[in-house]
């Protein structure tokens, strides 16, 4: 249409041209001629070009409307190996993947001073407990994980690591080890803002439990940790809403003791009883997306479970950094109602500092059986926790790990990344657990309070060397004279740890 409104133009000029010369213009006569002719090879040209349009549209009309070809050759799948990736195969369009990783974790454990603690049993028998210094796995894990039809997730992590527990507070020494499932379950997807897990995971509660392993400040997570479910089995919804600076997660489970993983190298009591139990959580990051530079990194929330538990279901024992039990129930101890965990829990990193902290409290109602009485009470386990890092190279801090700005390379005059680490944390008792003899003092200690200070070299984002100092001091728990004064002898631990993280 614009062309010919061109050539409209150009005609109605023509036209307007006088027909005829007056004689003072005659000498202007060839000038005349030559725009005539410029403009009619303007109208040529614009002719042209409209036709030309016309034959282009048909064409696009002939090619929208005819069918498409189908090639009997599927595209190529993306195949890649790298430290980021593992071993990945992932179809052209997306839909399927699989990706092959893992890490390990080697770990050297040395006590300071004398290492051995004597407790007192029930029956009156002295036995020693004995600390002793060593190297180990502490972590081999092999992660599989892939998509399926585009909606559906599968993560699988079997641990082949150290694993094993003390089977009760008076063991001289742990339990025999073994292959175990940590990680088996698949989340559906379709609704970006409402996924469905299923299968046994990371229950959705203690805020440095449910931090990667891999990128925690400490080799162990701290005092917290004994007053949650680590793992348990169940199937949860979860999602992020208003531009992921909300996260939320809530689910039913079997029902996991304090400090219980099923199936991954703890007591599995937990499935002796038929009483689900509900967990659920909620965190913000409220200046994510603001111009508030310095609270970007502030994220604050809150967790909570709570379950009709009813039977034998206690934790084993709660235990320190080196995973030594000091505190444990008397046998035949059990539920005797709800449950009820609750957790407030933040986080705040800026530029290189990092700071976590959360406050897990534990209500729940206990029996006992014994010398022909029956005794029941309510008890309130308390602990917190709160650790400080910072990046000495400056790096940004983060709940996800330091990523070096450089790479080890002394060639280069590189040395990765250093990051200074701190933590703080106790574990209270509740009193009537020994004055209704739920546990034995003799044995079990009422309260523990523990410092730490490490250093961690990130020679680049896979290669992790930790070096940690942890001191723990106790309430009662022995019998030792000589200045105890009952009270368990102090753990000094120093602990070394070197990982390879691929994928």
């Known amino acids: 249409m614009r062309s010919f409104q061109r050539i409209l133009a150009a005609v109605m000029v023509i036209s307007l041209l006088p027909m005829s010369t007056p004689v003072f213009a ?9 725009r005539l002719n410029d403009l009619e090879q303007q109208v040529a040209e614009l002719k042209s070009e409209l036709q030309q349009q016309k034959q282009t549209a048909a064409q696009n009309a ?7 070809a189908v090639s009997s050759t599927p595209p190529a799948a993306y195949v890649t190996a790298n430290a980021k990736d593992g071993f990945a195969i992932k179809s052209a369009d997306g839909n399927f993947a699989l990706k092959i990783g893992g890490y390990a974790q080697v770990l050297s454990r040395d006590f300071g001073s004398s290492d051995k603690v004597d407790l007192q049993t029930n029956h009156g028998a002295t036995t020693s407990y004995d600390e002793d210094d060593t190297f180990l796995p502490r972590r081999v894990r092999l992660m599989i994980q892939g998509t399926v039809a585009h909606d559906f997730d599968f993560f699988l992590q079997p641990e082949f690591g150290y694993n094993a527990t003390y089977s009760s507070i008076t063991a001289t020494s742990p339990t025999a080890y073994s292959p175990a499932l940590q990680d088996a379950w698949i989340d559906w997807k379709y609704f970006p803002d409402f996924t469905i897990k299923a ?3 990371k229950t959705p509660f203690d805020l440095e439990n449910l931090q990667d392993t891999r990128y925690t400040d400490f080799v162990e997570i701290g005092l917290t940790g004994n007053l949650s ?18 996260t939320y997660a809530a689910g039913i489970f079997n029902g996991a003791a304090d400090h219980e993983n099923p199936y991954g190298g703890s007591s599995t009591v937990g499935y002796a009883n038929d009483n689900a139990t509900g967990v659920g959580r909620i965190f913000a990051n409220p200046f994510k997306d603001t111009s508030l530079t310095p609270l970007k990194g502030f994220g604050i929330g809150y967790a909570a479970s709570y379950g009709k538990e009813k039977g034998a279901d206690v934790p084993t024992s709660y235990v320190t950094t080196s995973q030594a039990p000091f505190f444990g129930y008397n046998s ?3 539920n005797d109602g709800p449950q009820l965990r609750t957790e407030p829990q933040a986080y705040y990193y800026y530029k290189s500092l990092g700071l976590l902290g959360e406050k897990v409290d534990s209500y729940e109602s206990l029996e006992y059986f014994g010398g022909g009485q029956v005794y029941r009470d309510k008890v309130d386990n308390k602990a917190f926790n709160v650790e400080a890092s910072y990046v000495l190279t400056g790096e940004n801090a983060s709940y996800n790990g330091v990523t070096p700005n450089n790479d080890f ?17 106790e574990l209270k008792l509740d009193d009537s657990i020994f004055s209704e003899n739920f546990a034995n003092l003799n044995t079990s200690a009422s309260e523990a309070t523990a410092w730490s200070t490490g250093l961690n070299w990130y020679l680049n984002k896979d290669v992790k060397a930790v070096f940690d100092y942890e001191q723990t001091k106790f309430d009662r728990g022995s019998t030792v004279a000589g200045g105890n004064n009952g009270n368990r002898k102090t753990e000094n ?11």
Request: cysteine-free; proline content about 3%; charged content about 15%.
């Open 26 to 34: 005659q000498d202007n006569t060839s000038s005349i001629e030559q």
């Open 62 to 68: 002939q090619q929208a409307t005819a069918p498409q």
């Open 199 to 201: 299968g046994k995971m």
């Open 229 to 246: 479910p680590q793992r348990d089995i169940g199937v949860q919804a979860g999602g992020n809403l208003y531009f992921d600076w909300l």
């Open 332 to 334: 035949g101890v059990a």
């Open 409 to 425: 390379n002394l060639g280069a005059g590189h040395w990765g990344a250093l990051e200074l680490v701190g933590r703080y944390g």
């Open 493 to 503: 631990l120093f602990e070394t740890m070197l990982q390879l993280n691929f994928g």
